[in-house]
Structures are given as C-alpha cells and as structure tokens.
Nanobody, 117 residues
C-alpha cells in the first residue's frame, strides 16, 4: 500500500512558476510509474504527465514545453514544475502511483492550483 501526499499548490499568476511535490510512503516507490492528473471544475479528470521507473516522461500536448515532471527516488518524491501557467491550468492536481499498464491504484488527496491573470 502506497500513501501519497501532494503539496505546493496555491494561487499563481500567469507567467510565474509553481512546483508541486508528491511524497510517497509505503511500497517501493522506485518501481512505480508516477503520474500527475488534474481535474478542473465541470471537467473530467485528465492525465497531465507521467514518469516511468526508468525516468521516461510523457506529457499531454497542452503542457508540453511548459511543465516538467521529475522524481527523486532517494526522497520518494515526484515533482511537477509548472512554468508559464495559463488560466486553463487551474484545477485540482493529483499524483498517482501505478504501473505501465495504465492502472493507477494509489492516489493522493489533491492540491488546488489556481492561475490568475
């Protein structure tokens, strides 16, 4: 069983930067695919980006070139650096742990990110 706790959300202005963190406990963090998801009001939850156990990353087109996912296996933590955020990036951001199959059984509680102009 893996417990995930996100932090770092808040209010950020367009053009600024924000970094989210997700600390994991339990399980073997380094073996999991880690993902960041988000859910905006009135919209379905969407996958933002993932990082595999080997460090391979993948991003949804809308954040490519602006967001960076990284992981520190020594600290059992995954990060999401958000550069040049836009109003459309406003959402609750969740981290999740899972496997290459695309199944993510472990989720954090979410952290609100609000981008204002």
């Amino acid at each position: 069983q893996v417990q995930l706790v996100e932090s770092g959300g808040g209010l950020v202005q367009t053009g600024a930067s924000l970094t989210l963190s997700c600390a994991a406990s339990g399980g073997t963090f380094s073996t999991y695919v880690m993902g960041w998801f988000r859910q905006a009001p009135g919209k379905q939850r969407e996958l933002v980006c993932i990082i595999t156990s080997g460090g391979t990353t993948n991003y949804v087109d809308s954040v490519k070139g602006r967001f960076t996912i990284s992981r520190d296996n020594a600290k059992n933590t995954v990060y999401l650096q958000m550069n040049s955020p836009k109003a459309d990036d406003t959402a609750v951001y969740y981290c999740a742990a899972g496997w290459p199959s695309g199944l993510y059984p472990f989720w954090g509680q979410g952290t609100q990110v609000t981008v204002s102009s």
